[in-house]
């Protein structure tokens, strides 16, 4: 079979052709994720603090595992070792890597959540890892089927991968967890026996992965994720201290899924691409114009998000009820757009420069580069939240 691979130059008009409209989308159903969580947030803040602490890296982690799995099959079908097809053995080995990898940090985040509020929290443990699973399967098979299609669509898969899958986990990881806590509130006997039966898919699934050709990709995997869920465990431990500002906002807790996910989606476009081009001999090192304008290019949407990001928070938290109307619109707007948008400047250039040192420390960008940054990213947009938060509510 023939495949044509698709064209991959970047430029302002390509962004706007090919990466905004994508970019909308994801803004789009990362507020429905962003619903969720503005609604319920009160509730997790008083009743479920250990998710608040998890919720952060388990959206991060597990949106940047699978979209490492989207980078990995996407350079595999340019250097020629697989043919754009589902049925591909290499595919579906690592989906189920990819299931077992997303539930390890939901693990970690968790033992660092006890230690942190000295409760044990074993309701968020079942509730968290039989969310994982059961999301991890969905993202597992859409992450392959984005980028097969995009592919033989010759849309290059580099650049709507990351941003694609880590917004479909975003979208669904806040509504998956409040539908398992909402069945463990109702139907705790019911949730307690499936935790355990996922036990078991987990131990069986994990043993077998040692069979896989693909053992080697499990422990690099298996140990970045491990290491960024430590990271990570800032990331939600600051949201979860601050959490009080960031609801007296109004706005923020219903952008926080917008914000650190289309910061990671910045990040990940970069990094898919910079892995590719260092896989095709196309990057030898230090950043050149060409990168600069890429990176610039991607950058000129940013002002437009900003924009849309406020609008759509104002706009949930009037259906909620929230008095918005003490809040001045373009005041708010101003203070999100000069910090956001220098910050996702800085996010693509660090990108870049995280996935060249990978690749000269021998580890694959592919397997690294994406979880990396998002991470970065996801701890970066906390803070930056933090401080539109306090802006808001000071100036």
């Known amino acids: 079979m023939i495949t044509v691979s698709p064209e991959r130059a970047i430029s302002i008009r390509v962004v706007f052709r090919i990466i905004m409209p994508l970019f909308l989308l994801t803004l789009l159903f990362d507020f429905v994720g962003g619903a969720f969580l503005g609604a ?7 009743h479920y603090p250990a998710i608040l602490i998890i919720l952060p890296g388990l959206m991060g982690l597990r949106g940047n595992v699978f979209g490492s799995l989207g980078s990995r099959i996407s350079t595999r079908l340019y250097i ?6 589902i049925k591909e053995r290499h595919i579906s080995n ?20 006890v230690i942190k509020l000295q409760n044990p929290a074993l309701d968020a443990l079942e509730i968290v890892i039989s969310s994982s699973v059961f999301i991890g399967l969905i993202l597992g098979i859409a992450t392959a089927w984005v980028v097969i299609l995009a592919f ?25 967890l409040i539908v398992f806590i909402i069945l463990f509130e109702k139907f705790s006997s019911l949730v307690h026996a499936l935790f355990i039966l996922i036990l078991i898919f987990l131990i069986a699934s994990t043993l077998n992965i040692w069979k896989f050709e693909e053992r080697s990709i499990a422990k690099e995997v298996f140990t970045i994720v491990t290491i960024l869920a430590v990271f990570q465990s800032f990331t939600g ?7 009080q500002i960031i609801y007296s906002s109004i706005l923020l807790s219903f952008a926080y899924p917008a914000i650190i996910g289309s910061l990671g989606n910045y990040g990940s476009i970069v990094a898919a691409r910079t892995s590719t081009k260092l ?17 610039l290019s991607f950058a000129s949407i940013s002002p437009i998000l900003s924009v849309l990001i406020i609008t759509l928070s104002w706009l949930l938290a009037f259906l909620s009820g929230l008095p918005v109307e003490s809040l001045i619109y373009w005041k708010i707007i101003l203070i999100f757009a000069s910090v956001y948008v220098p910050l996702s400047i ?28 998002t991470t970065i990213a996801d701890l970066a947009g906390t803070f930056a939240i933090i401080l539109i938060a306090y802006l808001i509510i000071k100036i």
């Open 346 to 373: 800085a996010i693509m250039l660090l990108s870049y420069h995280v996935s060249v040192l990978l690749y000269k420390r021998r580890i694959d960008p592919d397997n690294g580069g994406i979880p990396a940054i």
């Open 80 to 85: 020629g070792d697989l043919e754009p097809s």
């Open 237 to 243: 431990a600051t949201l979860q201290t601050f959490s």
């Open 279 to 295: 896989h095709l001999g196309e990057v030898t090192g230090r950043i050149t114009g060409s990168d600069l304008r890429e990176i």
């Open 40 to 46: 319920y947030f009160e509730k997790l803040m008083i």
């Open 94 to 113: 690592n989906i189920l890597l990819s299931i077992v990898a997303s539930s390890l940090p939901a693990f970690i985040l968790w033992l660092i959540s």
């Open 152 to 176: 033989r669509k010759r849309v290059d898969p580099d650049n709507v991968a990351g941003p694609a899958i880590t917004t479909i986990a975003d979208m669904i990881s806040i509504p998956g």
